[in-house]
């Protein structure tokens, strides 16, 4: 003889289990549609950095203290006075969102991408944030003004003596995240009109996990 109230306790059960597995894959689901969905806005934020191109205008910047400098698209621009070194490199903007600059280290030599950039404690502030806009060109602009600094000397020496130099940028979004740091080898070409030619070689995500 039929057990009805076991029956309808099973029966209960089951229901209980059907509706808690589809409760936990709705929820699944609709966390995978945040996560898509949160995604989707940072790669519409996200900046990335590259040299201007050749074809694009030059960009002229003024520093400070009145000094100018023009620098061609594709290249990197350096003028070495008893005081001062002053750089400007021109930049396109390949992402879809607001790059804001904010730190800069430069060294000697050409480092590969294999070498880590240095901890960024140790950067170079800029004085002013620089943008670039989504799509856009733009610039960066540094300066080194105390000849009693060790890296003075190296710089100098390497840009007087067709050595080569690298540079990190540290920029984010213009909410202050998605940071990153693009490496730029600056390489002279022997050029008396246009001696540097600059060139993009490693991007490395501070925010988020590297995809490499």
Request: aromatic content about 8%; hydrophobic content about 40%.
């Amino acid at each position: 003889m039929a057990d009805w109230a076991t029956i309808s306790s099973l029966a209960t059960a089951g229901g209980t289990l059907i509706l808690a597995t589809a409760t936990f894959a709705s929820v699944r689901t609709a966390h995978r549609a945040t996560a898509a969905t949160e995604r989707a806005l940072q790669v519409s934020l996200r900046p990335v950095l590259l040299p201007a191109r050749f074809e694009d205008p030059p960009s002229k910047v003024m520093f400070v203290d009145d000094h100018w400098l023009k620098v061609d698209g594709g290249r990197f621009g350096i003028d070495v006075t008893d005081d001062v070194i002053y750089m400007v490199l021109p930049l396109r903007n390949v992402g879809t969102g607001i790059a804001v600059l904010d730190r800069w280290d430069i060294r000697p030599g050409r480092l590969t991408a294999e070498v880590e950039p240095n901890d960024i404690s140790t950067y170079r502030r800029l004085t002013r944030d620089l943008y670039v806009a989504g799509g856009d060109l733009g610039f960066w602009q540094g300066a080194l003004r105390d000849p009693e600094d060790p890296l003075f000397a190296e710089i100098r020496d390497e840009a007087c003596g067709d050595g080569h130099l690298t540079l990190d940028l540290l920029y984010g979004d213009h909410e202050g995240g998605q940071r990153a740091i693009t490496r730029f080898g600056l390489i002279p070409t022997g050029d008396a009109g246009a001696p540097w030619m600059a060139s993009a070689s490693r991007h490395w995500n501070l925010d988020r996990d590297d995809p490499r």
